[in-house]
T-cell receptor, first 115, second 115 residues
């Protein structure tokens, strides 16, 4: 069964500092990996995804993530935090389940950006 | 097409009442998913439709829950005899089976509060 572990339910960074949100996954087959962002009282918005190919994936709003198979990790980074990045971030993994991609989410990391 | 639409955005109901939520997916998307998100948790899978067929249901979906997708377009999720534990954000997502973009498109959710 697939699963996702997000290390740190809350992360605080200063504006302009590096953002690093950690995600480790478990999957029995080559996974598809995602990062979603959720603003208060909103649905989830896809930031970026890894399916196949290049292991460094660039997404929206300056975020990127690197798939490291040997470490079963898919950490999310952004070189310089902006106040608008304050939100909750969810890592997710999907694998084929009876013909469709079943997505399993982590428990989320709330990012606080300090002015 | 403006994305996945969910109505209502908020619903407050008394324990024991029935509630129904609606989801309108992106028109060309033939797959539709319902997820439930409780406070401090990531979204949890409830059920999934391909066109009008409900192909998988989570064990989270008790007998009090029923979902339909008549004609393979919009979907409804009904909860009968609501309980306080049903209080959560109910998220709908859709995707296109032939797309190589494996990310879901989420709606903004319906927040249910059972008092």
């Amino acid at each position: 069964a697939q699963s996702v572990t997000q290390l740190g339910s809350h992360v605080s960074v200063s504006e302009g500092a590096l953002v690093l949100l950690r995600c480790n996954y478990s999957s029995s087959v080559p996974p598809y990996l995602f990062w979603y962002v959720q603003y208060p009282n909103q649905g989830l918005q896809l930031l970026l995804k890894y399916t196949t190919g290049a292991t460094l994936v660039k997404g929206i709003n300056g975020f990127e993530a690197e798939f490291k198979k040997s470490e079963t990790s898919f950490h999310l980074t952004k070189p310089s935090a902006h106040m608008s990045d304050a939100a909750e971030y969810f890592c997710a993994v999907s694998e084929d389940s009876g013909g469709y991609q079943k997505v399993t989410f982590g428990t989320g990391t709330k990012l606080q950006v300090i002015p | 097409d403006t994305g996945v639409s969910q109505n209502p955005r908020h619903k407050i109901t008394k324990r024991g009442q029935n509630v129904t939520f609606r989801c309108d997916p992106i028109s060309e998307h033939n797959r539709l998913y319902w997820y439930r998100q409780t406070l401090g948790q990531g979204p949890e899978f409830l059920t999934y439709f391909q066109n009008e067929a409900q192909l998988e249901k989570s064990r989270l979906l008790s007998d009090r829950f029923s979902a339909e997708r008549p004609k393979g377009s919009f979907s409804t999720l009904e909860i009968q005899r609501t309980e306080q534990g049903d209080s959560a954000m109910y998220l709908c997502a859709s995707s296109f089976v032939m797309s190589r973009d494996y990310g879901y498109t989420f709606g903004s959710g319906t927040r249910l509060t059972v008092v």
